[in-house]
């Protein structure tokens, strides 16, 4: 079983940047893609960013392409989000989890082992 733990998150204003960072224990991530999701007060939890298990290949929402970057250290079984140009509507908690599955799957059921969050807030 994989644990993820997310890390990171905190208050930035709009066009600041954040790294988040997934940080997985408990299991090797490198047989994993690892999904970046996020969830606004009262929506639901949407799809952000995938990365393959060997990092080769990356998929982004199309309301962060060009301004998050997904990449992943499979020595250091960690997983990261570069969120720059950050707008007010990119707030909410950040999850990250697993997939086994590609094409990646565009919704949380695709996805196990998720980590319990990071709060990010930009303010205006």
């Known amino acids: 079983q994989v644990q993820l733990v997310e890390s990171g998150g905190g208050l930035v204003q709009a066009g600041g940047s954040l790294r988040l960072s997934c940080a997985a224990s408990g299991r090797a991530i490198g047989n994993y893609n690892i999904a970046w999701f996020r969830q606004a007060p009262g929506k639901e939890r949407v799809f952000v960013a995938v990365i393959s298990w060997n990092g080769g290949t990356t998929v982004y929402a199309d309301s962060v392409k060009g301004r998050y970057t997904i990449s992943r250290d499979n020595a250091k079984n960690t997983v990261y989000l570069q969120a720059n140009t950050l707008q007010p509507d990119d707030t909410g908690v950040y999850y990250c989890?697993?997939?086994?599955?590609?094409?990646?799957?565009?919704?949380?059921?695709?996805?196990?082992?998720w980590g319990q969050g990071t709060q990010v807030t930009v303010s205006s």
């Open positions: 989890a697993t997939g086994v599955t590609w094409p990646p799957p565009g919704n949380v059921n695709g996805y196990s082992n």
